[in-house]
C-alpha cells in the first residue's frame, strides 16, 4: 500500500479537487478499508451545494474489503482481512437506549437533526476533513473504520455496486415496513420514484403488500415503468392522470393503509393529499407538513403521521439480504458508474445534472477514469 490515499474533497460550494491524505495508522481497536464501491445518496446534492461544508470527503453509502484491522476490533466485528463490508454512515456511542436496539439514526451522537455541529460530527460522508485521520468518506481509495463504525459483512459474491443499495434500500424498509407497517394485505402509496421510492415499493411488495401504489411527474415516466418491475402494481403519472381517482378505485373507497412521502414535500401539498387519500387507521410517513394539512382530518382517521429519517440496523441487514436473493432486478437501480476523478459529475447526476436516467449512482475509486 502506498504512504498516502487520494480522495475526492469537496473544497467549495460544488467543487471537488483529488488530495492525498497519509495512509491512517491502524491501532487494536480500529481499521483500514479498501473503498469498493460507494452509492451518492439522495441527500449529497443538496450537501454539496451547502455552504460552510468544506473540505469534506463525501460518500455515505459504503461497500469495501476490510484491508486491516486491529485484534480488538476484529474481535468485536467478527472480521477479518480481506472480508467485504457495507458501513453504515453513523458512528454512534453504542451504549444508549436506542444503540442497544440497534436504532443508531436516533443515537444523540448520531442524529444528524440533534448533533449541535454536523460539520464537525464525526459521521460518515458529512464529516470535516481536517479532523484527523482526514478519510471520513467513501469517495476515497481507502476509508478510515472508526471503533464506532456500524458494518455488515457481505458475501463474496455479491456486486459492490448492488451493496450499495443498503442504505438507500435500507430507508425503504425503514420508512415503509417497520415505521409505516406495509405488509401482507396492505395498501401501499409512495410519493416520489427516485432511489428512496423505488426501494419503498420494493420493500413494501416483498413485505407482502397486496397493492404498492407509486406517483411520479411526467418527467418520471422511465422511473414510475422502472417501478413496476421493482414491485409496484400502479404507477402513476401525476401530471397526466388523477391519482385520487386511481388511489380510490384500486382500494374500493377506502383509501390506502400506508403512505411513504420521499419528495421533500416543501409546501405540505403532497402532505394534504396524503391525509386525503389514506384510510382510517393509516400510518403516514410524511417529509412536510404545511399548514394546509387538516389536522381535524388526521384526528378523525386515526392517522399515525412519521417523519422519515434513516435506517436500523435491522433494515439494512434486510436490504441486503433482498439484493442478496437475487429475485429482483437490483442492476437497473444502479444506473450510472464513475471513477474517483469525476465525483463531481456524480453528485450532478444524482441531482439530475448533465446525465440523463440517473437513478442510484455509484463513484468506484479504483476504476480508471
Not at 469498493?36 to 455552504?51: F, I, Q
Not at 451504549?95 to 436496539?101: A, G, N
Not at 470535516?128 to 473504520?145: C, R, S, T, V
Not at 409546501?267 to 393529499?273: C, F, K, M, T
Request: with cysteine; proline share 5%; net charge negative.
Amino acid at each position: 500500500m502506498t504512504a498516502t490515499v487520494r480522495a475526492a474533497v469537496k473544497t467549495g460550494i460544488e467543487n471537488t479537487e483529488i488530495l492525498e491524505f497519509p495512509v491512517p495508522r491502524v491501532g487494536d481497536n480500529d481499521g483500514l478499508l479498501r473503498v469498493e464501491a460507494s452509492g451518492v445518496g439522495g441527500s449529497d446534492p443538496e450537501m454539496y451545494r451547502r455552504e460552510n461544508t468544506a473540505p469534506c470527503v463525501m460518500g455515505h453509502e459504503v461497500v469495501g474489503t476490510v484491508s486491516e484491522v486491529g485484534a480488538a476490533a476484529a474481535t468485536r466485528w467478527g472480521v477479518k482481512p480481506g472480508d467485504r463490508i457495507a458501513l453504515h454512515e453513523y458512528l454512534p456511542c453504542w451504549h444508549c437506549h436506542w444503540c442497544r436496539q440497534g436504532d443508531f439514526r436516533l443515537c444523540m451522537e448520531a442524529d444528524f437533526f440533534n448533533v449541535k455541529d454536523r460539520f464537525n460530527t464525526l459521521r460518515y460522508g458529512t464529516c470535516n476533513a481536517d479532523i484527523a485521520p482526514h478519510l471520513w468518506g467513501g469517495f476515497a481509495e481507502h476509508m478510515y473504520l472508526a471503533p464506532n463504525a456500524v458494518i455488515h459483512r457481505i458475501p463474496p459474491q455479491m456486486s459492490a455496486r448492488h451493496a450499495t443499495m443498503a442504505v438507500p434500500l435500507g430507508n425503504g424498509v425503514q420508512w415503509a415496513v417497520f415505521d409505516g407497517g406495509a405488509g401482507i394485505g396492505k395498501t401501499v402509496l409512495v410519493f416520489g420514484p427516485g432511489q428512496q421510492g423505488l426501494s419503498c415499493a420494493l420493500a413494501a411488495k416483498v413485505a407482502g403488500a397486496m397493492t404498492v401504489i407509486i406517483a411520479g411527474m411526467s418527467r418520471d415516466r422511465a422511473r414510475l415503468d422502472l417501478a413496476l418491475e421493482l414491485g409496484a402494481d400502479i404507477s402513476v403519472d401525476v401530471e397526466q392522470e388523477d391519482l385520487a381517482g386511481i388511489v380510490m378505485r384500486a382500494t374500493g373507497g377506502a383509501g390506502v393503509d400506508v403512505v411513504v412521502d420521499t419528495t421533500g414535500d416543501p409546501d405540505g401539498r403532497i402532505a394534504e393529499q396524503a391525509v386525503s387519500l389514506a384510510a382510517k387507521g393509516a400510518w403516514l410517513s410524511l417529509n412536510g407538513l404545511g399548514a394546509s394539512v387538516p389536522l381535524g382530518e388526521v384526528k378523525k382517521r386515526y392517522l399515525t403521521v412519521r417523519a422519515p429519517r434513516g435506517h436500523s440496523y435491522r433494515a439494512v441487514q434486510t436490504a441486503l439480504d433482498i439484493v442478496a436473493s437475487g429475485r429482483w432486478p437490483i442492476e437497473k437501480l444502479c444506473s450510472h458508474d464513475f471513477p474517483l476523478t469525476q465525483v463531481h459529475d456524480a453528485i450532478l447526476a444524482t441531482a439530475g445534472r448533465g446525465t440523463e436516467g440517473a437513478i442510484h449512482v455509484t463513484v468506484s475509486p479504483h476504476r480508471e477514469g
